[in-house]
């Protein structure tokens, strides 16, 4: 079938002419009538958008690096003409008035954007239960979440109803949800793609990345949209290497770090069992392996959630019922529309942390909390600097155990937070990642995780094609 | 970092946010279990640490200045929930 194909794979076909442009932007159309029902990755996939798409594939070039190939979107990052609810209902009906830069460079490489993948609302969840409009179900068990924040890109991937897509990682949400669909998610450096068009949530924490079947697809995503861009002032002015020339080179000779803050009780033994047969395998390829502490893990949780929280308490002031979205009926005075407009918008994870935000950046409170876990990110940061001076990569679990069923955590914000500790402190340290599938638990997906240093996307990307069950 | 004293309902105002009252109560509660969590920054030593605002080295970016377009009114408009004379529209703000 078709859309069980890989970018790579798919990119072959065309450029030999074996299937068309058309018949790709179809297969996905057609797999997603057939299955996403049920599954809810996307949002939106109207026929509206299909019929765009096949008229751009029908102009595709597929001598482009991607000519031809769909690309779903998750929507919070902007597409011209699309929606970008940000699974809110505060931006209900609202269009995209211009193209991401990833996305104008995806288009410049031939791929077409195609659908609007579910998340969790503003980006803020782990398992896609915060979408303001319907949850996401694991394709591996619909009973299960997908993770979270990107859990709709996943869903789209793992069950071959897109051949890619595009997430955003804050503190985990490409890399998570990856690890519990079994597929591939890249969390690039930050600054190594634009964030020019992705809607803002922790300006200083996030990123848009690949969400892939293979790791080769992620770098030829990543080698499409990395670059400095003049309209993203932290977009980082760095060369962007060839991540793909030595993507099959092996680990012979890499080292490679255990943080022993990683590898705890409270891992789930299945994840476990996975994780340390994946060491054991780089080990046999030729990487060295070592133990080393990241002795400041065990704050990073609470750094983030007051960082990422502020940030989020002034990114998302702008959303008032003026200039888009949704405003409140018949509003008494400004503040009434303003008031009123985000507390019928709004969904309640997201008002809990602008009122966490809001709170440690105000008065009294803004050295106690905001200044404070600024100071800590400093150790934390300072953590991964020190041990990247002794190893080339990072490797641990991605998270402390599979997929969860959906309703788990209902009303249990803390809970869930804390399941974020192995991807959160490498948004602080602004460090490069990426999750591999790399074997089953109870037949649920298990996740490998590798950090790296910024801009260590090549050597990164190597190791991860090492680790890459066949 | 003392216990922290947050009365949700101050807080909602200081952000624009109108709560019912089980939302008050129920955000109360969860946001004091997370502060409760998050006090566990107080065992660390901060002394004599610059913060660190961002994933990399500050640094001022400039461009040419040199005018450039940007979003067209119309485009601009275009989403506005109420707009008129290419303006958007609000309640009255000045009495």
Redesign the interface.
């Known amino acids: 079938m078709l859309a069980t194909l890989t970018v790579t794979d798919l990119r072959q076909k065309l450029a030999a002419g074996e299937v068309s442009p058309r018949e790709a932007v179809q297969a996905v159309a057609d797999a997603a009538a057939a299955r996403d029902g049920a599954l809810g990755g996307y949002l939106t996939l109207t026929s509206a958008q299909i019929a765009s798409a096949l008229a751009l594939a029908d102009l595709a070039d597929v001598t482009l690096p991607l000519g031809g190939v769909p690309i779903a979107v998750k929507d919070a990052i902007a597409v011209a003409g699309d929606p970008c609810t940000c699974a809110s209902k505060i931006l209900a009906?609202?269009?995209s008035?211009?193209d991401a830069t990833a996305i104008a460079r995806l288009r410049a490489a031939g791929a077409i954007p195609l659908g609007r993948t579910n998340m969790d609302e503003f980006a803020m969840g782990s398992a896609t239960e915060n979408s303001g409009f319907f949850p996401a179900h694991n394709p591996r068990d619909p009973e299960r979440t997908p993770g979270g924040s990107s859990g709709g890109s996943a869903t789209v991937v793992a069950a071959d109803t897109a051949f890619a897509a595009l997430g955003s990682d804050t503190g985990g949400s490409i890399r998570q949800p990856a690890s519990f669909t079994g597929i591939v998610g890249l969390k690039p450096s930050?600054?190594r793609i634009s964030r020019h068009g992705l809607v803002a949530f922790a300006s200083?924490?996030e990123g848009i990345g690949p969400m892939t079947k293979t790791v080769r697809d992620a770098a030829l995503l990543l080698q499409v949209m990395a670059g400095h861009d003049?309209l993203d002032?932290?977009s980082?002015d760095a060369p962007v290497p060839d991540f793909l020339a030595s993507l099959d080179d092996g680990v012979r000779g890499l080292k490679i770090g255990l943080p022993r803050e990683y590898f705890i009780e409270g891992i789930a033994p299945g994840v476990r069992a996975a994780v340390d047969a994946t060491v054991n395998r780089l080990a046999a390829a030729g990487a060295e392996v070592v133990e080393l502490s990241l002795p400041?893990t065990?704050?990073a949780?609470?750094?983030y959630?007051?960082i990422a929280t502020a940030e989020a308490?002034s990114n998302l002031?702008r959303f008032?019922?003026?200039?888009?979205?949704?405003?409140a009926a018949q509003?008494?005075?400004?503040?009434?529309?303003?008031?009123?407009t985000?507390?019928e918008g709004?969904g309640?994870e997201v008002?809990?942390r602008?009122?966490?935000g809001?709170?440690v950046l105000?008065s009294g409170?803004y050295d106690?909390?905001y200044?404070?876990?600024?100071?800590?990110?400093?150790?934390i940061?300072r953590d991964f600097t020190e041990a990247f001076a002794k190893v080339d990569l990072i490797a641990s679990p991605v998270t402390p155990t599979t997929a969860w069923k959906l309703g788990t955590f209902t009303?249990n914000?803390?809970q869930t937070?804390l399941a974020d500790i192995f991807t959160i402190a490498a948004?602080?340290?602004?460090a490069c990642g990426i999750s591999v599938p790399c074997g089953l638990s109870d037949g649920l997906p298990v996740g490998f995780q590798l950090l790296g240093p910024?801009l260590a996307e090549t050597t990164l990307l190597r190791a991860a094609q090492a680790v890459e069950l066949p | 970092m003392k216990a922290p004293a947050l009365d949700v309902r101050y807080v909602a105002r200081l952000a624009r946010l109108d709560l019912t009252a089980d939302e008050a109560e129920r955000f109360q509660a969860q946001l004091t279990d997370v502060l409760g969590y998050i006090a566990a920054l107080d065992r660390l030593d901060v002394t004599g640490l610059e913060p660190t605002l961002h994933a990399e080295d500050p640094h001022t970016v400039t461009r040419p200045d040199v005018a450039r377009d940007g979003l067209p009114p119309g485009a601009a408009l275009a989403n506005a929930p109420a707009s008129n004379a290419g303006l958007f529209l609000t309640p009255r703000v000045v009495e």
């Open positions: 009906g609202y269009v008035p211009y930050y600054g200083s924490l003049p002032s932290t980082l400041h065990e704050y949780v609470a750094t959630y007051i308490s002031a008032d019922g003026v200039r888009y979205g949704h405003r509003p008494a005075d400004l503040t009434d529309l303003y008031t009123r985000r507390a709004f309640p008002k809990r602008i009122i966490l809001t709170y105000s409170y106690a909390f200044v404070k876990a600024q100071k800590v990110r400093t150790l940061r009303d914000p803390l937070y948004n602080l340290a602004g910024p």
